[in-house]
Every structure is written in C-alpha cells, then in structure tokens.
Nanobody, 127 residues
C-alpha cells in the first residue's frame, strides 16, 4: 500500500517561511494527484493545495494563494509545499494525501477525493 510521510514542520515566526515534504513509499507517486490539507484543533480539515500527477496542474485555497507553492519530484517520489509569508492562522497540522484522478474536474479540496493520507506534521506560526 502507498504510504505517505510528511516532514518539515516546526515553529516559525509570522512572516517567515517553511518547507514541507511528503515522501511516498510502497507505490510510485507519479500516478496520483497529491493534495495538502491542514487541520487546526477543533476545526474542519481544509484543502490547502493540490498538484496533478504530472505536475501540470495546481490549485490553491484562496487563503494561501500567492504565499504557498506546491511542487513535486516524481523521480524522488516526493511532493513539496513551500510556505512563505506565514501567518498565525496558518498554524495547523498539515497532511498530504494521494488520490487517483484522470481529469481536473473534481473538488480537489474535498477529503473524500483522496485515498491515502500521511500522519501529519505540525506547523506553528507564532512570535
């Protein structure tokens, strides 16, 4: 089974940057769309960004557009999320998720569209 492991979380000051990685094992990642989600305590898990299997299509939540960048390196079986200009409201546990899709016509921000999930990495934005 495909296993996803997030890394790169930590404590960062507002305005700072942080890069997250999602590493896959078991199956190659190049057949999967990858989404990044986040969940703060007591809140609903929300979609942050998504990249298609080939890397040719990306999506971002309005709250992170212009600040976050998703990318992937299928040769390394990894997906990345670069987070710039971080805000306290970005504080959450961040998860990567994988799902098989053959078009872009689906709700990428829905957790139901993904079959495999990592365990999450904590991102805290605070001074």
């Amino acid at each position: 089974q495909l296993q996803l492991v997030e890394s790169g979380g930590g404590l960062v000051q507002p305005g700072g940057s942080l890069g997250l990685s999602c590493a896959a094992s078991g199956l190659t990642l190049n057949e999967y769309d990858i989404g990044w989600f986040r969940q703060a305590p007591g809140k609903k898990r929300e979609g942050v960004s998504r990249v298609s299997s080939s890397g040719g299509s990306t999506n971002y939540a309005d709250s992170v557009k212009g600040r976050f960048t998703i990318s992937r390196d299928n040769a390394k079986n990894k997906v990345y999320l670069l987070m710039n200009s971080l805000k306290p409201e970005d504080t959450a546990t961040y998860y990567c998720a994988a799902g098989v899709h053959y078009s872009d016509t689906y709700d990428w921000s829905s957790t139901y569209e993904y079959d495999y999930w990592g365990q999450g990495t904590q991102v805290t934005v605070s001074s």
